[in-house]
C-alpha cells in the first residue's frame, strides 16, 4: 500500500475525529492502544492502524503553530509485510513554508510525501495555513527505546521539532501487534 492510499484513509479519519480530540502525548501504552482505528474492508488490499493524536506547539513570538503527529501502520493483506509512517499536520500563520523534508536526531533524513496544503482563512494580516505530510519510518527507529524525535524542514527555512513519546510509540507498537498478529 502506497503513501497515497494511506493519505487518503488518514485524511479521511482525521477530519472526522480532528472537533475535540484528546492529545495522547502523556497518556498511558494501554490507553493509547485502546484508541488505535482500524480500516479493513473488501475493498482496500491492506489493513490499516491508525493512532490517535498527539499535539504539541511551537511558540513564533506572539504566534503559536499546532502541530499533530499520528503514528499509521499498514499491513499489507497479501504479504502480511507492516510498513509504518508518522502524519504529520502543522496549522499556521502568514506565508507557505513547503514541508519538504525531515531530520532525525541521528543525522539522517526521510523522504517528506505532501498530503494536502490548504488556506484555512485570510485577513488582513495574513492567512492561516494547514500543512499535512507523511515519511516512512521502520520498526527499529521506532523501538530502540525513548522518543522519536525529528525536525520538519520547509523551503523557506522554517523548522519545527515535533516528537512521539516513547509511551505512546509502546501503545501504538503493542496495539498493531496484537490486532495483525504478528505478537
Known amino acids: 500500500m502506497g503513501f497515497k ?3 487518503v484513509a488518514l485524511c ?3 477530519l472526522g475525529v480532528s472537533g475535540c480530540a484528546t492529545n495522547f502525548a502523556d497518556k498511558k501504552p494501554e490507553e493509547v492502544a485502546a484508541n488505535i482505528t482500524v480500516k479493513n474492508s473488501d475493498f482496500d488490499s491492506a489493513i490499516t492502524y ?22 499509521v501502520a499498514s499491513k499489507d493483506k497479501r504479504t502480511k509485510n ?8 502543522v496549522l499556521y500563520s ?32 495574513g492567512c492561516i495555513h494547514t500543512e499535512e505530510a507523511v515519511f516512512p519510518v521502520n520498526l527499529e527507529q521506532l523501538t530502540k527505546g525513548g522518543d522519536l524525535e ?5 523551503k523557506t527555512g522554517v523548522e519545527n521539532i515535533m516528537r512521539l513519546p516513547k ?16 505478537a
Do not use: H
Open 50 to 71: 491508525i493512532g490517535p493524536q498527539v499535539m504539541s506547539e511551537t511558540r513564533r513570538g506572539l504566534f503559536v503553530d499546532n502541530q499533530t503527529v499520528q503514528l
Open 12 to 14: 479521511a479519519i482525521t
Open 94 to 125: 502568514f506565508d507557505w513554508r513547503f514541508y519538504n523534508s525531515v531530520s532525525f536526531k541521528d543525522g539522517t533524513t526521510a523522504e517528506l510525501k505532501e498530503i494536502r496544503r490548504k488556506v484555512n482563512s485570510c485577513t488582513g494580516m
Open 82 to 89: 507492516i510498513k509504518y509512517v508518522v502524519y504529520v499536520r
Open 167 to 182: 509511551n505512546y510509540i509502546d501503545g501504538f507498537i503493542y496495539s498493531v501487534r496484537a490486532r495483525a498478529g504478528s
Open 5 to 7: 492510499r494511506i493519505a
Open 150 to 154: 525529528f525536525r520538519l524542514n520547509s
